[in-house]
């Protein structure tokens, strides 16, 4: 079975600067999706980023990225220029590329504090 | 486009009871998960549905049903509410089978268990 690890239950930045989200995982398949997701206080979970596991080149997404170690199992989140409205828990995702598995492994979270 | 719909946005139960609560997708999506977020456990997955079948099931008791109707709408059922089903209830849908993978979430149902 896939884990998924976020060492950091809570995480600050002050606003305008860069902040990195760390995630690891661990798993036996070799294609899989890597997402982040965003939950603001209103709960709803947004898409942030996504990575297909074959791709060697990082995502990104505007002022997020991602560096995606394939060998590590690493997946760790970078958000530039952090704006207030960054702040929000996030969340690392595995999904496994089988075709009807539509089951996402969440890690178990950062909360990110955006300081003005 | 309008997106993930739960109902009931918030209700509280007494242990014993059992609660159902509803997700409409987004048109044209399929499949159906839904995930259980606790502070303790974090989020867990439930089930998944897909044309009306479960495809899909997480590690929860058999006091955990759901199903979906043809027109892709979902229901999840929790018998005999105990104090620790006291959480939020996330749906998502997807149009399974796409490359991207991503799921679009719902506000969630919020449940206490008195």
């Known amino acids: 079975a896939q884990t998924v690890t976020q060492s950091q239950p809570e995480m600050s930045v002050q606003e305008a600067e860069t902040v990195t989200l760390s995630c690891t995982y661990d798993?036996?398949?070799?294609?899989?999706?890597l997402f982040w997701y965003k939950q603001p206080p209103s709960r709803q979970m947004i898409l942030v980023i996504r990575?297909?596991?074959?791709?060697?080149q990082n995502a990104t997404e505007n002022r997020f990225s991602v560096n995606f170690q394939k060998a590590a199992k690493s997946f760790s989140l970078k958000i530039s220029d952090s704006q207030l409205g960054d702040a929000a828990m996030y969340f690392c995702?595995?999904?496994?590329?089988?075709?009807?598995?539509?089951?996402?492994?969440f890690g178990t979270g950062t909360r990110l504090t955006i300081i003005p | 486009k309008a997106g993930v719909t739960q109902t009931p946005r918030y209700l509280i139960k007494t242990r014993g009871q059992q609660v159902t609560l509803s997700c409409s997708p987004i048109?044209?999506?399929?499949?159906v998960s839904w995930y259980q977020q606790t502070p303790g456990q974090g989020l867990q997955f439930l089930f998944e549905?897909?044309?009306?079948?479960?495809?899909n099931k997480g590690n929860f008791p058999g006091r955990f049903s759901g199903r979906q109707f043809s027109n892709s709408r979902s229901e999840m059922n929790v018998s005999t509410l105990e104090l620790g089903d006291s959480a939020l209830y996330l749906c998502?849908?997807?149009?399974?089978?796409?490359?991207?993978?991503?799921?679009?979430f719902g506000e969630g149902s919020r449940l206490t268990v008195l």
């Open positions: 998502a849908s997807s149009l399974a089978g796409e490359s991207t993978g991503e799921l679009f």
């Open positions: 798993t036996s398949e070799s294609d899989y999706y």
């Open positions: 990575q297909e596991a074959y791709k060697q």
């Open positions: 995702a595995y999904r496994s590329p089988t075709f009807g598995n539509e089951k996402l492994t």
């Open positions: 048109s044209g999506h399929r499949s």
């Open positions: 549905y897909f044309s009306e079948t479960q495809r």
